[in-house]
């Protein structure tokens, strides 16, 4: 059977793994065994940090929502609690987004709330 020398193949492997360190401090960037570990912290974090975002996406529109609703005279869960009972479907990330671009229609939808909400007041 012939010899195999695997030289070459760990060579590139090393390769691999020191471009993905590239640009961390110290050793890491520059020996193989801190380079790996690095690089596999970093990829846990990515990975953790994905999943994350989904969470601070949310409470940056719930943040949003809350100041432009508190502009027009009614708290975020009020609003959030009237747009469900009028049967409006919007999300979050649409009302928000609405907050911050188009104020002039979030403000109408927050006036139809308060409307819909004073006559069925009125009525009990």
């Known amino acids: 059977m012939s010899r ?3 030289g070459v ?3 590139k492997k090393h390769k691999k793994l020191l471009s993905q360190a590239e640009g961390r401090r110290a050793s890491k960037h520059k020996l193989v065994r801190p380079a790996r ?3 596999m912290h970093a990829l846990r974090y990515a990975y953790r940090d994905r999943r994350a975002r989904k969470g601070q996406f949310r ?3 719930i943040a949003r929502i809350n100041a432009a609703a508190r502009d027009a005279g009614v708290s ?3 609003l959030m ?10 999300d979050r990330k649409v009302l928000a987004d609405m907050a911050i671009r188009d104020p002039k229609v979030f403000r109408h939808y927050v006036d139809l709330i ?11």
């Open 76 to 78: 975020y869960s009020r």
């Open 59 to 61: 409470a940056l529109w």
């Open 81 to 90: 609690a009237a747009l469900r009972l009028a049967g409006i479907d919007l």
């Open 114 to 124: 308060k409307e819909k909400s004073s006559t069925q007041t009125n009525k009990s």
């Open 37 to 39: 570990e690095a690089a």
């Open 9 to 11: 193949a760990a060579h």
């Open 4 to 6: 195999v020398k695997r």
